[in-house]
């Protein structure tokens, strides 16, 4: 018994007796435990976030179906139905559709923006196709300053069109007086 109390195993150049020894590896196997468990919660951690990534790609492919989706009803609502464009052109929400589509569209998953354009700029047509005063509600949208600055940052040639276009418009609304002598 006093053989296995006094045994001593060299360690880093010194003699340990059995307890030392004993303490040294808990005190290892902790070590190798929080390590361990560090590399778990990193693990947990960078999983959360290409969970979190995943969920955000999902949701936006979901939104973006759902926009393609209301485009077509709203498409095949206002085909060559002018009581239906006219309600339709009555409404708020015109306008934020139509700011999607021409101020942030370059928000829009390339991938889907081709759909989103052609849905969104066929409906428009439809809505203006007959009606003088849809015609006349779109060219009035007004793109306030910062969308105007979120559209030159994004498209400068989309937001010199756009003011091409309202310029025209105020052209041909104002008055002309021409003298004849």
């Given amino acids: 018994t006093t053989a296995t109390t006094t045994t001593k195993k060299k360690n880093f150049g010194r003699n340990l007796t ?3 020894e004993e303490t040294q590896e808990e005190h290892t196997e902790s070590s190798q435990e929080e390590d361990n468990k560090e590399e778990q919660s990193s693990v947990d951690r960078s999983d959360d976030v290409v969970s979190e990534e995943c969920e955000r790609a999902l949701l936006q492919q979901t939104l973006i179906r759902c926009l393609c989706d209301s485009l077509r009803v709203c498409l095949c609502l206002s085909n060559n139905n ?12 015109v306008t934020k559709l139509i700011k999607l589509l021409l101020v942030y569209s370059a928000d829009i998953a390339s991938e889907h923006r081709h759909d989103v354009f052609v849905l969104g700029l066929s409906f428009l047509a439809n809505l203006a196709e007959h009606l003088q005063e ?3 509600m779109i060219l009035e949208i007004e793109i306030g300053e910062e969308d105007s600055q979120y559209l030159q940052h994004q ?3 989309m937001c010199s069109a756009l003011h091409r276009i309202q310029s025209n418009d105020a052209n ?5 007086t ?3 002598t």
Avoid: H, L
Wanted: with cysteine; charged share 20%.
């Fill in 82 to 93: 002018d009581t239906v464009c006219k309600m339709i052109g009555s409404m708020r929400s």
């Fill in 172 to 176: 041909t609304q104002s008055p002309t």
């Fill in 134 to 136: 849809n015609r006349k």
């Fill in 178 to 180: 021409t003298t004849t």
């Fill in 18 to 20: 059995a307890s030392e």
């Fill in 155 to 157: 498209s400068p040639a």
